[in-house]
């Protein structure tokens, strides 16, 4: 209890000193066109939260559908997707407008969306109705419903669009869509309740996290075949791929560890224990950083690839968990789901190798309660400024 009195007295002065440094310092020269905006969905208060990441403040809340989950920005124009889970449907926000433009509606509970590197189409797993609602995103229209396995969670889809990999959760199996001829292609058996999925760059592979056995297993999507069953830590939740592809971290919530994979030979090069209950991350664009949430014990830690060993551990509000970087890549947003609330970390150019100002705390943005997903959008306006 006293370690908690001691961050809430602690956290709002360093955010304070945090917001004093960054309106001394002299603010990047964005363009009159130029936007950045973070959004939070926000699962207790039927709401997504709008951040504008040029000053680091709340601009607008919208009323979304019941119970919001997950989120994705379109990559080819401005628009956000909400997957409102108690509503079963999906919300469309006009970027440029930050306003709810459509409703789309799916089946049932679904909880996560995933948008195709084209920007026509997503892909949202219906938990409750054992299918996948495919999305026309020009249209805004279910364009196809197909049947898969036993209570989905997610369905991810390969960054060449052509097949689509969905986690079975009580099937312990994954199904394959073919995205050309909008069909179940394939389905594989792989371990216990799979969750996660990440694939690799050139889609040759699909790795999935497995919770329930403690494995992440290969799948060769060429093939459709299971290449192998890797042990790792208990209960891993999610994935983070490296940029390059070359390796893969499972973050192993019951172990209070990560395990970093080799995705060429699919070796486990080892185990770290990084903190308690981490439960995501997200790497660095140059392939050096791992941010880790540590959901138990309420910090970050930042895990430097190179040395393979965590170097900071930084603290934020209570029960962190989503996480995402700005587009320059110079501030870690990290969503608390307990205190509902979002810390902004800032990444320094340190004088000297490894110093503790490398990090600080810039501020902490109150946003929903239950902050579940976040997703950053920049861009350059399109349609005229009013």
Known sequence: MRKFLLLAVVLPLLAAV?????HERTLPAYGPLYREYAYVTNGKSNTVTVIDLRIFRPIRTLQVGAEPTGIDANPKKNEIYVVNSGSSNVSVIDAEQNKVVATIGVHGRPYFIDVSPDGHRAYVANSASANVSVLDLDHRTVTATLRVGGNPGLAR???DGATVV????????VSLIDTGRLAVRSAINVCINPEDVAILPDSSKAFISCSGSGQVASVDLRTDKLLALLDVGKSPVS???KPDGGELVAFNFDAGSISIIETTPNEVLGSYVVGS????????????????SNFGSNNIAVYDIDLGKVI????????????????NQN???VLDSGSGDLAVIQKRIPKKKFEPSEYSLLTIIPVGMQPNQ?????????????
């Open 374 to 386: 976040i997703v950053v959008k920049s861009f350059l306006l399109t349609k005229p400024v009013r």
């Open 166 to 173: 969905v986690t079975n959760r009580t099937d312990n199996t």
């Open 312 to 327: 900071a551990y930084l603290p934020v509000g209570t029960r962190p968990d989503a996480l995402a970087l700005s587009q």
């Open 239 to 241: 994935l983070a791929l």
């Open 18 to 22: 945090g917001w004093y440094y960054f």
């Open 331 to 333: 501030y870690l947003l």
């Open 277 to 292: 209950q981490p439960t995501r991350g997200v790497v660095s664009l140059d392939n050096s950083r791992l941010y880790i």
């Open 157 to 159: 889809v390969s960054p």
